[in-house]
């Protein structure tokens, strides 16, 4: 079974701009959620899809937003981009949201100049 | 709110001793816990996680975790480092089910380095 797979794996933009990024979750696996990844503040969480409905959120601002498709793949988007926007962004899937056992993709390297 | 507290930011372990990885959580109720490695550049693998019953979890490669309630610890171990054993290694606790963000909470990580 293929794992969770991210696209693209890398993204050079500069200030201002906006980004989406994709996600395709393990076979069967109906939660995706975001991470944000920087060196420093660590592994962060954006948010959490279950059946095309964000359910949970984490403290970002609203630039920051997602959709989930009735394939469960994901999209998030980050409008008017920030240098401090530089990150990896993780994506993770699971077989419901409550099982908490979460797959995490390779991630998009996301660089802001 | 939960946090995750992972007292070592870098480790240096010479290959064949054993290794012991502190992670201490903070949580309003029964935690669910997990341990990720990660490689430079790659995404987070599942090592092993603690939901309930036995304190004491076994994982792949040969890593193994015990849940101390008293402590709020869940420390990872393993009896002989590998030079592949060189990454990332992150404690999560989660998802919260009282309200407000849902998700992992992750430690800030330790950085394991072997010594040939």
């Known amino acids: 079974k293929a794992g969770v797979t991210q696209t693209p794996r890398y993204l050079i933009k500069t200030r201002g701009q906006q980004v989406t990024l994709s996600c395709s979750p393990i076979s069967g696996h109906r939660s995706v959620s975001w991470y944000q990844q920087t060196p420093g503040q660590g592994l962060q969480f954006l948010f959490e899809?279950?059946?095309?409905?964000?359910?949970n959120k984490g403290n970002f601002p609203g630039r920051f937003s997602g959709r989930q498709f009735s394939n469960s793949r994901s999209e998030m988007n980050v409008s008017t981009l920030e240098l401090g926007d530089s990150a990896l962004y993780l994506c993770?899937?699971?077989?419901?949201?409550?099982?908490?056992?979460?797959?995490f993709g390779p991630g998009t390297r996301l660089t802001v100049l | 709110a939960q946090s995750v507290t992972q007292p070592d930011i870098h480790i240096t372990v010479s290959e064949g001793a054993s290794l012991e990885l502190r992670c201490n959580y903070s949580?309003?109720?029964?935690?669910?816990l997990f341990w990720y490695v990660q490689s430079p550049g790659q995404g987070l693998q599942l090592l092993l996680k603690?939901?309930?019953?036995?304190?004491l979890v076994q994982g792949i490669k040969g890593f193994e975790a015990e849940f101390k309630r008293s402590q709020s610890s869940f420390n990872l171990r393993k009896p002989s480092v590998h030079w592949s054993d060189a990454a990332e290694y992150f404690c999560a606790v989660g998802p919260y089910s009282g309200g407000g963000a849902d998700g992992l909470t992750f430690g800030k990580g330790t950085h394991l380095i072997i010594q040939p």
């Open positions: 949580y309003g109720a029964t935690p669910y």
């Open positions: 899809y279950f059946s095309e409905t964000q359910r």
């Open positions: 993770a899937s699971s077989l419901e949201k409550r099982n908490n056992e979460q797959f």
């Open positions: 603690y939901f309930s019953g036995d304190t």
